[in-house]
């Protein structure tokens, strides 16, 4: 990796880490000016740090083998109303499913929580989630001009090697049954995060619930 993407890595990864031992899962006064500002760490700003951690390397080998496998870019104009509109399918496909969609510029994300995705401990789909991981891969197979970047997340509870498996394990399993319907694996980045990027407090029951998840990350080919 350059030295200046591993600087820029520390310097967000670091400033995620000092928000995190800062933040306790209390409610802070409305006027606490370090409120939003955890709450930006906590949220929107992991999927950067994410991002950054699966690198440029990974995104490039992604490309090639696209490319390689006949699937074309998109120009930089097109890109927008691609995300537009396969943003908008996938709000459809998953309505009242449990799955979460939003868009981080061009980015498009996927939160596929715990509680309706895997049994507890468990890293094998749930079958009452097929219909919406078919929807998804629907989607994903009609907008192939994607990268897709599947991330499994655990909360804080046990050890730090039992979470990473459990988090590949999960990521896998997703990524599986998605080749399995048809979306190429020439697409897919997996990795697991264990605990470390909580999106929530693992302090409460609620916290830890919303922390343990696969997050799927569409990012556009480009030309």
Known sequence: MPPIKTAVLAAVLAAFTAGCA????????PDDPNRT???????AGIGAAVGLLSG??????????????????????????YQDRQEAELRRETAGTGVAVSREGDVIKLNLPDGVTFGF????LQP????????????????????????????????DA??????????QAVADYLAAQGVQRERMEVVGMGKRYPIASNDTEQGRAMNRRVE???????G
């Open 56 to 81: 440029d390397s990974a995104v490039q080998r992604r490309q090639r083998a696209m490319v390689g496998a006949g699937i074309g870019a998109l120009a930089g104009g097109a890109i927008g109303a």
């Open 216 to 222: 799927i990350r569409i990012l556009p080919l480009r």
């Open 128 to 159: 009452q989630f097929y219909p919406a991981l078919n929807n998804i891969a629907g989607t994903l197979r009609q907008y192939n001009q994607t990268i897709i970047e599947i991330s499994g997340h655990t909360d804080s509870i046990g050890s």
């Open 162 to 171: 039992y979470n990473q498996t459990l988090s590949e394990r999960r990521a």
């Open 22 to 29: 800062s933040y306790t899962g209390q409610t802070n006064a």
């Open 121 to 124: 401990n468990q890293a094998n």
């Open 37 to 43: 500002a955890r709450g930006a760490l906590i949220g």
